[in-house]
């Protein structure tokens, strides 16, 4: 079977779907680096949701505060959320968290119980404040 192929009589459009054709490769490859960002996000939210998870278990509490509390470590030690997050769950398998992570999670907890006893997390670290003479 023989095939025979014909030239459009205007061969200048095929000069135009080529163009086209590399703007569609340039549209497929602005999708792919916008699908590897969004993996990306994608993992850094599991780990966030872990660790708020495992903070949820350990300082009873719903997932808006500890939430807060992973933020609230984020911004004192000057890191991202997902580093963070990272860090705790890191922490639970048995690597240790950084001393500023500890110092950042010590004061974040301070706060949360501070807050959770309806009470301002300064008095709270008064000796009367916790009940002793």
Do not use: K
Request: proline share 5%; with cysteine; charged share 30%.
């Amino acid at each position: 079977m023989q095939r025979t192929t014909l030239l459009p009589e205007n061969w200048w459009d095929l000069r135009a779907e080529a163009v086209a054709g590399e703007a569609a490769a340039q549209d497929v490859v602005a999708l792919r680096a916008e699908n590897d960002q969004l993996r990306r996000a994608l993992a850094g939210r599991m780990v966030i949701d872990q660790a708020c998870g495992m903070v949820m278990v350990l300082a009873p509490c719903r997932r808006g505060p500890a939430r807060n509390l992973l933020m609230d470590i984020s911004r004192q030690c000057h890191t991202r959320l997902p580093e963070v997050s990272a860090a705790v769950v890191a922490a639970w398998e048995g690597e240790p968290l950084s001393r500023l992570m500890q110092r950042a999670l010590r004061d974040a907890l301070r706060r949360l119980y501070a807050e959770d006893r309806g009470c301002d997390s300064s008095l709270a670290d008064e000796p009367s404040a916790r009940g002793r003479p």
